[in-house]
């Protein structure tokens, strides 16, 4: 299986920004037709429950979801915004999302994010960038985050990716549009950062 390969767990859900984080990141790696996750049904009625044992706190099923011969693996609808959630047959070809353990932020589709580092695109690179997206990175205590923009192509009229020390309440570390290659951003203090891709149009650009 690819998330055991990579030290990770099938990818459970428990709250609603974990679900979105998942479904942008999934259709920034081309699963836009949908992705397993870590969760299965048993028996008449659809009991359901997470494969690594998590506690059940979050839902998303279409309504009159999990049905009764539609299948026993649970995937997520990409397609949409929404990123709702059907049972389904485990023959149907679909990627997997991963998670590495319980604390670890939802990773990517194949490969889970380290603690050390990793490599996000907006939606859609380098085909599309219409799609805002928001990333938000933690690490420990004391430790501070660096950011590379290896690419940005964006319209500078009305596409700006913004870089934020911190999450919500933190400042302003760049605000950058236009074209940019191999800059450089650390947050002052914060442990946290957020990189919010925010396009006005994002005609006929590639993104980050």
Partial sequence: MNCKKLGANLASIHNSQENAFLRRLAVSKGAVNGLYLGATISGKGGNFG?????????????????????????????????????????????PVGCIRDKGEIVSSLYNYISNHSFQITSPGFPFSASTPCDFFRATDKGKRIKAKVILLEANSCCDHLIIYDGNLGGGILANITGEVRNETYITSSSNLMRVSWQPNGGVNVMGI
Wanted: aromatic letters at 18%; one cysteine or more.
């Fill in 50 to 94: 997470w494969i690594d044992g998590s506690e059940l706190v979050f839902v998303n099923f279409y309504p009159g979801f999990p049905r009764d011969g539609f299948g026993d693996f649970i995937a997520m609808d990409t397609t949409t915004t929404a990123g709702q959630w059907m049972n389904n047959e485990c023959t149907e070809k679909l």
